[in-house]
């Protein structure tokens, strides 16, 4: 098929790109860099310089390629993260996944797209109550911490947009992702003891390999149907086992250990929460609806071959 990609180098973005080439797609590339649509083209792929927040832009690109599918990993996350004004880091991720999303939707439906798989998120999002491993018909989290409450209302505007659009309208919730051109930032701060392990580290996260978000895109693509798929990996783990586990593979000292009240002193409402009362992801209607399996089955084998620049010291599963 012919899939329009608007955000092909982001992350996941500039994973996809190159695996739809490869199984015989026809791919235009969206990109706001002039240098890195030469990137794209070199792949293969017909490219596009576009503004995901110009209307009229999304829509004469996507008249002038018309696609039978498009895929929206438009992000724009910029500089260090920064979880005590969550919202203002993700100001332009949000606006991408509202205006972006209806203006991506409304070019679909103008030019007879019928299939169109939108990037969103599963982990901090998760009500904090019940058990510890969420599925896709459990509700999201109905009080988010403050600075994170725009971030919310976004994810749930995406999701609520797709599903109700009048085309086969796909949702991927991917879960954490680590890889190269993810796991970097954590890394360092790992290896500095930077990233302390809250209160009893009780919240629980669900992990995905970047390689592994492409090829689960991909099925979506070419096997889903309308909904919402979580994509992680079999393993939801609680932070007390993954983040020491983690600092051994790198080679770093153990995590330190801190109190709620320091951690909140000195992190902020969101960084407690994620640490303490965070919900997992299942990945089984994912596995079983789009014959898709995550190439790193867990974060272990994950974290010990799939780091961005860490070597594998033979740690134990």
């Not at 790193?296 to 134990?316: H, I, M």
Request: cysteine-free.
């Amino acid at each position: 098929m012919h899939v329009f990609v608007a955000g092909a180098t982001g992350a996941v973005g500039r994973r996809l790109v190159p695996r739809l080439l490869a199984r015989g797609h026809r791919v235009t590339a969206t990109t706001r860099s002039a240098a890195k649509a030469g990137e794209l083209r070199a792949l293969g792929a017909d490219a596009v310089v576009l503004d995901g927040l110009d209307a009229a832009a999304v829509g004469q690109a996507v008249a002038g390629a018309r696609p039978d599918a498009i895929v929206h990993q438009m992000t724009a996350l910029a500089g260090q993260p920064n979880l005590r004004r969550f919202d203002d880091w993700f100001a332009t991720t949000n606006e991408l996944r509202t205006q972006g999303t209806q203006h991506l939707l409304a070019a679909a439906q103008a030019t007879g797209v019928e299939r169109f798989v939108a990037q969103s998120y599963t982990g901090w999002t998760n009500a904090r109550t019940g058990g510890p491993v969420k599925t896709e018909d459990d509700p999201l989290d109905a009080e988010p911490a403050a600075a994170q409450r725009k971030t919310m209302a976004a994810v749930r505007f995406l999701e609520r947009t797709v599903r109700d659009a009048p085309l086969d309208g796909i949702v991927l919730r991917y879960g954490n992702f680590y890889g190269p051109g993810a796991s970097e930032s954590q890394v360092e701060l790992v290896r500095a003891r930077k990233l302390p392990i809250i209160g009893s580290g009780a919240g629980v996260w669900s992990w995905i390999h970047l390689d592994d978000a492409a090829e689960a895109t991909i099925a979506a693509l070419e096997r889903g149907t309308a909904g919402v798929y979580q994509i992680v990996d079999d393993e939801p783990a609680p932070v007390a086992q993954w983040l020491p586990y983690l600092a051994e593979v790198l080679g770093a000292k153990p995590p330190m250990r801190v109190p709620v009240w320091l951690g909140r002193l000195a992190a902020g409402e969101v960084a407690v929460r994620w640490m303490t009362e965070s919900r997992g992801a299942s990945n089984e209607k994912a596995k079983n609806a789009l014959d898709w399996r995550p190439g790193f089955a867990s974060w272990r084998d994950g974290f010990r071959n799939g780091l961005v620049d860490a070597p594998a010291p033979g740690v134990a599963s």
